[in-house]
């Protein structure tokens, strides 16, 4: 023990425990026992004080030894602003357990008995209109869907099929093909790439390894104008004249 690391006042100490991997930041008195820092720490780690064995860390995490003497004072420790106790708990918990919400009782309720109650917080934002039961936005979110949707079939419609093309990537270099497919994609084949440009809502997908078979393939999954199940929106296919990028057929 070190007399000379005495506090005149209180220090902050981070906590860490045996059972969990969070840490807790909190400040003690030096006058305190090391058995009622125990006491206190029994809040903080949910271990029990009769089970604790505490190690003491400096700033720099370094060990500076037991606090093993329960009628000690923790000022007779080398206790000071940013040092860590360590607890190892003894009592045969597991680590993890005090984090496992589901071995923790709780009351259920039925949805809809939820959706029955006047005092809830969905009750609450039923009666003023907020939030999903907010009938004027979700009516003008829907008419502003169907502008932008819209906005893209115009903006498809002007693509035609067999047109030359120019695919620009950040980064990548520029691939030129030709317009295999335009429409409102809900399914691709899951082999196709699909690449999203932050310039404009239409999208490209293109083919790298095994080019040829995907080729033969693109006119069965996706043809070449109308919707399939995929993503909502409207999607421009590119058949690449190289195999670049990703999947470059090697």
Known sequence: ???????????????????????ACKRFSPALTIAELKCKLELV???PASCMELELFGAEDEPLGPLDCDEAL???????DGCRV?????????AGQFEDVSQVAKYEMAESDYDKRTESMRSFLRQRSW??????????REREREQRRAQEAAAAAAL??????????????????????VGSCRFLS???????TSLSPL??????????????????????KGETDFKPGFWVGVRYDEPLGKHDGR
């Open 1 to 23: 023990m070190n007399g000379g690391g005495t506090a005149p006042g209180p220090v902050w100490l981070a906590v860490s425990s045996s059972l969990n991997a969070f840490r």
């Open 74 to 80: 923790l000022g007779s420790y080398p206790v000071s």
């Open 86 to 94: 360590h607890v190892t708990d003894r009592s045969g918990a597991r």
């Open 131 to 140: 939030g999903r039961w907010d009938r004027e936005r979700e009516q003008e």
């Open 190 to 196: 899951p082999f196709c790439h699909l690449f999203v």
């Open 45 to 47: 780690v949910g271990s």
């Open 203 to 224: 999208c490209h997908f293109f083919f790298g390894a095994f080019r040829r078979f995907f080729s033969r393939c693109f006119f069965v999954l996706c043809p070449p």
């Open 160 to 181: 035609p099929l067999g047109a030359r093309c120019e695919v620009r990537v950040p980064g990548q270099p520029c691939r030129r093909g030709a317009i295999a497919f």
